[in-house]
């Protein structure tokens, strides 16, 4: 089944303790990305990554990291969470076509990662 | 600068009522416009998107939404809606560079 897969999908955790919650997909997607979803605001872009080694910011990225090792992983560093990180986060990934095809560009989400830092 | 807005954040109707979700967007070029649901405790479905072409799209679950340039919106329409249809719903452009930018979403509750 094509599908990305967020772990752990529930954390709780105190602030300055370093996590990483990792997303995986299966579709052999080139371009993968974080959001975290607040009330209210509705989803916003952590990071994104073009494919393997290209990596770059969204809307907010202050206080997280990304990498991009392998096509089909995009794990997301917390060094130091804070309660201001207390979110619900979700990995997506998709095709990058040449222009915007059927396919291309449309975003498959993970079931996400509810996280809270005390 | 990119933003997308959902006017309503709450919108209850009854089951097989119609029923019409507000999108509009502020885009400097043509955007490509999409519609994600996301049901309690699960990740986002894409419900329809537009790229070009034809303003009026059709997507899963009976759903369809138009395009109107003029008036900056992506309307999303039911004309009858289910039970199963309660959930949030989420309104997005996306661009060229791979950036998306989402609504604050509309909660959908259906009455009996």
């Known amino acids: 089944e094509a599908q990305v897969t967020q772990n752990p999908r529930y954390l709780i955790t105190v602030t300055g303790k370093k996590l990483t919650v990792t997303c995986s997909q299966n579709m052999n997607h080139e371009y993968m990305s974080w959001y975290r979803q607040d009330p209210g605001l509705g989803l916003r872009q952590i990071y994104y990554s073009m494919n393997v080694e290209v990596t770059d910011k969204g809307d907010v990225p202050e206080g997280y990291k990304v990498s991009r090792k392998e096509k089909r992983n995009f794990p997301l560093i917390l060094e130091s969470p804070s309660p201001n990180q207390t979110s619900l986060y979700f990995c997506?990934?998709?095709?990058?076509?040449?222009?915007?095809?059927?396919?291309?560009?449309?975003?498959?989400f993970g079931a996400g990662s509810r996280l809270t830092v005390l | 600068a990119q933003s997308v807005t959902q006017p309503d954040i709450h919108i209850t109707v009854s089951e097989g009522a119609s029923l019409e979700l507000r999108c509009n967007y502020s885009?400097?070029?043509?955007?490509?416009l999409f519609w994600y649901v996301q049901s309690p405790g699960q990740g986002l479905q894409l419900l329809l998107k537009?790229?070009?072409?034809?303003?009026l799209v059709q997507g899963i679950k009976g759903f369809e939404a138009e395009f109107k340039r003029s008036q900056s919106s992506f309307n999303l329409r039911k004309p009858s809606v289910h039970w199963s249809d309660a959930a949030e719903y989420f309104c997005?452009?996306?661009?060229?560079?791979?950036?998306?930018?989402f609504g604050s979403g509309t909660k959908l509750n259906v009455k009996p």
């Open positions: 885009y400097g070029a043509t955007p490509y």
């Open positions: 997506a990934s998709s095709h990058r076509g040449g222009g915007l095809s059927s396919g291309a560009n449309v975003l498959t």
């Open positions: 537009y790229f070009s072409g034809d303003t």
């Open positions: 997005a452009v996306g661009d060229n560079f791979n950036k998306f930018y």
